[in-house]
């Protein structure tokens, strides 16, 4: 857990403010879902004493939240989170999100498709004109004929790359690999997250697209600007 108590302990006012906006989200007694990133870590440390259990879409958030005696649940089919905070690499006006850069976007989408509402808590860094500016979408494949995968999806996106740690594949959670891929400018994220979907080998992919009511996202000088959603998520 040594590069979370790294990141919790690098103060920023962007990442304060959007943590501090998603803690008043937050009610006791309510089962929430945690994703990942370094302001949700936070909201992690913020929370810690309020009467709230979590089912968390990583083992790093896991580790962070029982550092803070939050009780970790499963989503077992008989619990469903009121509220789901989570990051995000990207976020666009639309609130179309890129998601993956921690490996975790497939547990990430579970959680935040199970719960009733969506909340990304990010800095104001993260919000870009237009999605892959400057971040490659993640796809998480499974590791059987990977690189045929790889080929296939070269049709929908330019040069696939495997993401490597070390000298060795990563692996996810969920012992997958992830090929990391150019969104080239005039690429139709609404389009390819059905036809992404598509393609045998892919098990999901970092585009979250109309799952966000609205994002949180904190200002360098700890003011907050909101993104909501056009139509919010029954």
Sequence with gaps: MKGFAAMADEHSPAREAAAAAAVELVEEGSVI??????AVWRVVELIAGMDVRAVVASERTRA???KAGIEVVELDGSVRPVLALDGADEVDRALRLIKGGGGAL?????????????VVVAE????????GEGFRLPVEVVRFAWEDTARRLGALL????????GDEPYLTDEGHYILDCPLPEGSDPDALDVD???????VEHG????????????????????LRAREMKP
């Design 33 to 38: 879902g945690l994703g990942s990133g370094r």
């Design 64 to 66: 962070a939240a029982e």
């Design 106 to 118: 497939l547990r990430e989408k579970i959680v935040v498709s199970a719960s009733e509402r969506f």
């Design 124 to 131: 104001a860094a993260k919000k870009v004109e237009r999605l």
């Design 158 to 165: 330019p040069a696939p790359e495997l993401r490597s740690e």
């Design 196 to 202: 992404l979907r598509r393609v045998p080998g892919v």
């Design 207 to 226: 585009l979250f697209v109309g799952l966000a009511e609205r994002a949180l996202l904190g200002t360098p000088d700890g003011g907050l600007e909101v």
